[in-house]
């Protein structure tokens, strides 16, 4: 008596037993199994599944490592760059901005190469190619080789950071979706404070060498990815857009820890991709549906992209990039006391992006987003008034470092990982890596154009006119979250792009800015 769909071969075992290896103890219904041993079995498979599944986001989310490095440890190693290399502020803010510019070709090209090559392999293509541009920039002699090798990474970088968040949602069971999909970010703070880290640890070195063994400690996070592409599985999604339904099936019943939901869950993805009953949908090609939107997905992408240009605009980047910087106008003059405090920020980003996990798949996205958002807004008008009213001085100084820890942690806690998470879930199957490759060109672009013009614009209207700026930014993103971001905690991708097609009915699962009070009592 076997699952409906799944065929049993000559011992009696099930598809369910074949995919879970030999470490899936379930018998057919017809032997002989106490209670007590039927309740142990199925609570074995459970925490196997978890485990499994816990992985596989782990090791997806590695390439995000790269991205957090490079954040952090540019912040740093640019001022022994700057020494070594006699390079100016303009070429700082270029050799800095560029790979998030060049990233979103990464990006752009994730969307096609991930539908073509699949989730798995799009990612060992990203570390890959990353790799190689790290090894440039490590025994880069100019600017110039060191600028082609932050292009190759940039690219690498842009095709990691689009394809790990649609490859965990497309694999994560729904009542952990919102958790696992926000390790992509976890992993980001990860790599910021181990930049970080790498920064202070390795400040003593020489000028020549110190820049290029904090660049080169990098690669490593990338010759891990290879070796995860022995565990982890393809996206059952994907597999089914290719037609190979058996396969995906296989890969639900490792990831699914209740076997009779595998059959719906299955059947879901197959009216989404357009396979029903085998037989592919006809439709308009991909791009030529995004350009050319139904007022559904026309939804669909404002929500996604707008929440990606939130998530940079309001000058994540600015704050840790140039918070040496920051730092520095703020009395601190020491670099190694600047590489400390920065590594304080690390730590503070890094930390809050725990609650998050914890609270994403509990409270829902939107009273993070309040929460974050607000947050922010506040912290970043500090800030502003501190360089603004407060020149250089110890209080400077305690305001500068509060408030810049404050915005890094209110944006773990929400605007740094629900933005990946919503823009991995709202879109149809069809157009999800796509779709998702669109919002990521939107965030590595205003990344890239707050990277490179940041000190210039300082410099002009200085630090705290600058941080005035992100505030007001901040605040609306306020109003954004509030009128155009659904609550999706708890549904199916299918369900969710049912929710945009129903002209957005969202009254039924919106959470209010009153809701976050509950949050705030919680934590």
């Known amino acids: 008596m076997g699952l409906v769909g799944v065929p049993e071969n000559g011992n009696g075992e099930t598809g369910v037993s074949l995919a879970l290896g030999s470490k899936n103890k379930y018998r057919r219904m017809d032997s002989e199994l106490t209670e007590d041993d039927d309740d142990y079995l199925r609570q074995e498979r459970k925490s196997t599944i978890r485990k499994y599944v816990f992985a596989c986001a782990v090791f997806a989310s590695l390439n995000n490592v790269l991205l957090g490095y490079d954040v952090g440890v540019m912040s740093g190693a640019v001022i022994f760059i700057q020494e ?52 440039v920039m490590t025994v880069a002699p100019s600017f110039e080789i060191l600028m082609i090798g932050r292009v190759l990474a940039g690219v690498g970088i842009g095709l990691g950071v689009m394809i790990a968040p649609v490859y965990i949602a497309e694999i994560s069971p729904t009542i952990s979706r919102g958790s696992l999909t926000s390790f992509p970010e976890i992993f980001i703070n990860v790599g910021i404070l181990l930049g970080y880290v790498s920064n202070y640890a390795f400040s003593g070195l020489s000028v020549h060498i110190s820049w290029r063994v904090m660049l080169a400690v990098g690669i490593l996070p990338s010759v891990i990815v290879g070796f995860a592409l022995f565990i982890i599985p393809e996206s059952p999604r994907w597999l089914v857009m290719q037609n190979r339904v058996e396969e995906a099936r296989l890969v639900l019943l490792k990831t699914n820890e209740n076997e009779n939901e595998v059959v719906e869950r299955l059947e879901e993805i197959l009216v989404a991709a357009g396979m029903s009953n085998g037989e592919k949908y006809e439709e308009k090609a991909v791009w030529r549906e995004l350009l050319s939107p139904s007022p559904s997905l026309q939804r669909m992408l404002v929500t996604g992209f707008g929440i990606q240009c939130f998530q940079q605009i309001t000058g994540i980047d600015a704050t840790v990039y140039y918070s040496p910087e920051i730092f520095k106008q703020a009395g601190i003059e020491d670099n ?51 360089q603004t009213l407060l020149g250089k001085g110890d209080l400077s100084i305690a305001l500068t470092i509060l408030s810049v820890c404050g915005n890094v942690a209110f944006f773990s806690v929400g605007l ?3 933005c990946w998470v919503l823009t991995s879930e ?32 300082s410099h002009k209207i200085t ?50 800015l009153g809701d976050v009070e509950q949050l705030v009592e919680k934590q």
């Open 84 to 135: 070594d290399l006699k390079i100016s502020d303009v070429q700082v803010e270029v050799l800095i901005g560029i790979l998030s510019i060049i990233s979103l070709l990464g990006s752009l090209a994730g969307g096609k190469t991930s539908d073509v090559l699949g989730r798995k392999w799009t990612m060992a293509l990203a570390a890959l190619v990353f790799q190689i541009g790290a090894a």
């Open 336 to 386: 190694s006391k600047l590489l400390a405090a920065t590594v304080a920020v690390g730590i503070t980003k890094t930390i809050f992006i725990l609650f998050a996990i914890v609270l994403i798949d509990k409270l829902g996205r939107k009273p993070l987003l309040y929460v974050s958002t607000i947050g922010m807004t506040v912290c970043l008008f500090s800030l502003a008034l501190g």
């Open 416 to 418: 740094g990982p629900v």
């Open 426 to 457: 709202i879109f149809p199957l069809r157009l999800r890596a796509q779709a998702a490759a669109l919002g990521a060109v939107g965030n590595r672009v205003c990344s890239g154009l707050v990277a490179m013009s940041f000190l210039t614009v």
């Open 463 to 512: 630090v705290g006119g600058t941080f005035f700026i992100f505030s007001f930014i901040s605040a609306f993103a306020v109003l954004f979250v509030y009128k155009l971001v659904p609550e999706t905690k708890g549904k199916s991708l299918e369900q969710i792009e049912l929710l945009f097609k129903n002209e957005l009915d969202w009254q039924e699962s919106e959470v209010e």
